[in-house]
């Protein structure tokens, strides 16, 4: 089943090995605003053909289905295009496509041992045109026996085709219509795996591998080159327990929210829905907390159960000796994340927020907070404080105590420093070597130093003139 993008309608296409199939149905298209009971009335009829796999094809409005590898027009349910008499004996099956105008199919009817895919493009069968020529190139792609496709929506021109024991990436990228298979970036799951399948989310592809009794969901990872191969194209991402069943192959994920398969064996269609984990799980395979897949930071994995670690021992990383086991903190802390850094401290240490070590006594620019047990930094400019709130009791080097224990480098008008502070000049000095009044060193306005400087400032009026000096001189009698 496939959906036409952004629209109501969906493909199906029945499956039968009937012989007297001159009445069957061969491909549906599903209205989903219309009620379930008219859902069987638009088909395209099937002949002697059945549909186990369709595609859509957006760019021209078109879904493409097999065995017989037919073309059908999505809006009119017509027959767009059959593939030429050449290739009638193939049975093409697993078809999708990797962007809006390329599709692959598989060779189901090949012999096994070898998995066979062909290019299905513009040029080579897309083209809406009933009389041209077909041309489709098998290539042999992997040793076994196919179980699915997948396309890698966000990566243009790569998609994945599995067999029972292995997945591996493929790229179609080369120059002009081709089909050039770059090496593959293969992948074994350790068990047999029935189908494959993909969705896209954020920008970020997911596969979906299933076995006879479960689903793993794995976030895609592009191989860093096509010339080598890379055993670890994907990371698991969740893992769903599904209901044992004996053909389910069929399976559509709807980004990550939800996964639909079905089982023909018994004609039933599984749906799954996506919900919360167990808040001791950061992945898991259902609601409870025995089945985590994954912890969050501070927990281990035991079996499938999270055990959060002790508060006074980290969980090691898989690189250390133990790997992924609970390690005690450093003596002096009450809870880590590594064995040198220290999250909380034992009473009478404080957490050095620079190092995450826990000390005695604060660095310099911090004091020591009671109540965090944690060293927090003292005011701009200030070398040392006392506790919350802070005051500055010793300015950095070049600044001094101003208004409110503030540390000030003491540079502008009317202000001098005294020792390790910064005070004010008289109110009549506009800067001054001293706080009284007989002190200034410059004037405000138009006033003048009276006979000295530093000195008093006034007018200078009457028989006075001001020198070169800015100061208020008696003129000679």
């Not at 767009?80 to 009638?88: E, F, H, I, N, Q």
């Not at 692959?104 to 493009?121: E, K, M, R, S």
């Not at 090496?183 to 896209?200: D, L, N, Q």
């Not at 020792?419 to 706080?435: D, F, L, P, Y």
Request: with cysteine.
């Amino acid at each position: 089943m496939v959906n036409k993008i952004d629209s109501a309608y969906f493909f199906g296409g029945t499956f039968t090995t009937s012989s007297n199939c001159d009445m069957c149905i061969g491909l549906y298209r599903f209205d989903i605003t219309q009620p379930a009971a008219s859902w069987n009335q638009t088909y395209f009829p099937g002949g002697t053909r059945y549909f186990s796999s369709v595609a859509y094809l957006p760019a021209s409005d078109l879904g493409i289905s097999g065995t017989e590898l037919i073309l059908v027009a999505a809006t009119t349910m017509t027959l767009s295009k059959t593939v030429s008499a050449t290739y009638s004996g193939i049975n093409f099956g697993y078809i999708v496509c990797i962007d809006s105008t390329t599709c692959i199919a598989a060779d189901l009817a090949n012999p096994g041992g070898q998995v066979v895919i062909y290019a299905v493009n513009q040029a080579t069968f897309i083209n809406g045109n009933p009389s041209s020529m077909d041309v489709l190139t098998p290539v042999n792609m992997m040793a076994g026996t196919i179980v699915g496709t997948a396309a890698i929506n966000t990566t243009p021109d790569n998609f994945v085709c599995c067999s029972v024991e292995i997945c591996a990436a493929f790229s179609t990228a080369g120059p002009g219509p081709g089909f050039i298979i770059l090496p593959p970036s293969s992948h074994k799951f350790g068990y047999k795996i029935t189908a494959v399948f993909s969705t896209s989310f954020d920008g970020q592809t997911f596969l979906g591998t299933a076995s006879q009794n479960a689903v793993d969901i794995w976030k895609y990872i592009a191989p860093d080159s096509w010339e080598n191969s890379n055993p670890n194209f994907g990371e698991r991402y969740t893992r769903l327990d599904t209901k044992p069943t004996t053909d389910s192959r069929y399976f559509r994920l709807a980004k990550l929210d939800y996964l639909v398969f079905s089982d023909s064996a018994s004609d039933t269609i599984y749906f799954y829905e996506k919900q919360p984990c167990h808040s001791s799980c950061a992945t898991c395979s259902g609601a409870n907390s025995n089945q985590c897949l994954s912890c969050p930071i501070g927990s281990i994995l035991s079996g499938t159960t999270c055990t959060p670690c002790a508060p006074v021992q980290y969980l090691s990383d898989a690189l250390s000796d133990p790997p992924n086991t609970c390690t005690p903190c450093q003596a002096t802390c009450s809870s880590c994340v590594e064995a040198i850094k220290c999250t909380a401290c034992l009473i009478g240490r404080y957490l050095d927020t620079t190092t995450y070590l826990c000390v005695a006594v604060c660095p310099v620019c911090f004091y020591p907070d009671d109540t965090s047990n944690s060293c927090l930094p003292c005011p701009d400019g200030c070398e040392s404080c006392l506790t919350a709130p802070p005051l500055c009791n010793q300015c950095s080097p070049g600044l001094y105590f101003g208004t409110n224990n503030s540390c000030t480098l003491c540079n502008g008008d009317g202000l001098i420093t005294f020792g390790s502070n910064c005070v004010s000049c008289h109110g009549s000095c506009k800067s001054c070597a001293g706080q009284s009044s007989g002190l200034c060193t410059s004037c405000h306005g138009s006033n003048a130093l009276i006979n000295t400087n530093p000195g008093s400032c006034g007018i200078c009026t009457g028989a006075n003139y001001i020198d070169p000096s800015s100061i208020c001189r008696s003129c000679d009698p």
